[in-house]
DNA sequence: TCGTTAACGGTTCTTCAGTTCCATTACGAT
DNA sequence: ATCGTAATGGAACTGAAGAACCGTTAACGA
């Protein structure tokens, strides 16, 4: 259904998104007060069992606004992960490789056993099994998380604590994994415990060598040497 | 669920589930073709934009029939994981803890990797979120898996490779979390290098101690000594 | 083999998530 | 300050998920 092309000055892209060409006042004031309440409500039930119309109402939105803008729940849920990859939280900083770990995996467990911060988790990561889009955001969200704790490992490499070629990112992502395992696989208890073992393992593995970055001449199993420590003697 | 105290000839408890009374031939025949498809249809689409109808088309059934059974599709799936759970899949057994643990690791690499099933468990996962049931069922599946491969580990500790309070459950679990933290939330590929990374990982720390069940008398941060090797000086 | 009735399946009905329509508001360029 | 229109919000509409109804089929005890 194009215009009629003659005397087009502007060529109407009518595929245009809401929000896009006055994103000032109102606008922003909408999109704070949805995300918030997409927050509240994905918290309070889970991804499913949850209308936009809810959103709306919490938010003190016409429900037209958020089906215009956002249109599905997965869109909603995206343009929350990427909000929440901007709002970026100090990171510690001790100088001690194990003390920095155990900061960052208390941190993790005190989000996710949070009632509202964990199931809200819970949500984010079940909406993004379900659409593509969903899944880049909170794959980036990630990674911004990620790339704000690894210089701590960085420094530990720069300290001649871990070997050279470890992978500062997967230390760190170790770290998370065991507690997001709890939160949605086993459902074991998150507490403190779990977040010093998760500490601890990923620097015991670190320091072994289990995060190196395979070599250039790495084709089969290349046996590691461990810089400290002979723990490279498990195999 | 006592028969009826005579003289109630009834007594009829309608909250009889269906399924119960008849559970041979017909029924049996259903619930298998019925788990077989939501299956199907679960790592087809994920756990939203999915109908009950749709799964009843595929089984060959009548949507009634999945409704009354089952009503929600978080029950389905929640069936389909008690179902799952009792379907185990034969352990290797190496008589090293490493290999062990990397076969461990490469089953559920090519698990998460494989298109079906990884597609699959994210959506399982995803409806455990919504539903206390689903979770537990989803709780239980891997404490199952997880109860299977515990053993190798228990073997690596009587030949002394392990320290004695090391907790099985626990080092098995710390191989499979972070393939799933990449399946679920980092979205970094699942490739073999993974897999080894984290049955390595899992190895070392186990080694270092970092999974020894906290002592009777283990108020703070009790000092660990790694039994072999030098790994217990990160900190 | 037979009878009872649990369980199934097709049809119809109801409800509500999501869309469309249009009047109103207020952003932002001039 | 003024104006054009992007963006919003209420109301009416629609399609499909899921419940209700009831006749049919087959499990299972005798």
Redesign the interface.
């Known amino acids: 259904m194009a215009l009629e092309p003659r005397y087009d000055p502007v060529m109407t892209d009518d595929t245009q998104e809401p929000g896009t060409v006055r994103p000032g006042g109102r606008t922003a004031r909408t999109r704070t007060a949805v995300l918030r309440a997409a927050g509240d409500a994905l918290a309070e039930h889970?991804?499913?069992?949850l209308d936009l119309a809810d959103v709306a109402r919490r938010a003190g939105v016409g429900k037209t606004t958020v089906y215009r803008r956002w249109g599905t729940?997965?869109n909603l849920v995206a343009d929350l992960l990427a909000d929440m990859a901007e709002q970026s939280l100090p990171r510690t900083e001790t100088g001690?490789?194990?003390d920095d770990l155990l900061a960052n995996a208390r941190l993790v467990r005190r989000t996710l056993a949070d009632p509202r911060q964990g199931a809200l988790f819970?949500?984010m990561?079940?909406?993004?099994?379900?659409?593509p889009n969903t899944?880049?955001a909170?794959?980036h969200f990630?990674?911004v998380r990620?790339d704000e704790w690894a210089p701590c490992v960085q420094q530990a490499i720069d300290r001649g604590?871990l070997p050279g070629d470890t992978d500062p990112h997967?230390v760190i992502?170790?770290v998370?994994?065991?507690l997001?395992?709890r939160l949605?696989?086993?459902?074991e208890p998150l507490d403190d415990?779990a977040a010093?073992?998760a500490a601890?393992?990923?620097?015991?593995?670190?320091?072994?060598?289990?995060?190196r970055r395979?070599g250039p001449g790495a084709g089969t199993?290349t046996r590691i040497g461990?810089p400290?420590?002979?723990?490279?003697?498990?195999?």
Chains 1, 2 share one sequence.
């Open positions: 889970g991804i499913d069992h729940l997965t001690r490789l194990l819970k949500a990561i079940a909406a993004a099994t379900c659409d899944a880049d909170l794959h990630y990674a990620i604590e997967e992502r170790a998370s994994a065991p997001y395992y949605l696989n086993s459902g415990a010093e073992r601890r393992a990923a620097a015991y593995a670190a320091e072994a060598g289990a995060y395979p199993v461990s400290s420590g002979t723990a490279g003697q498990v195999p």
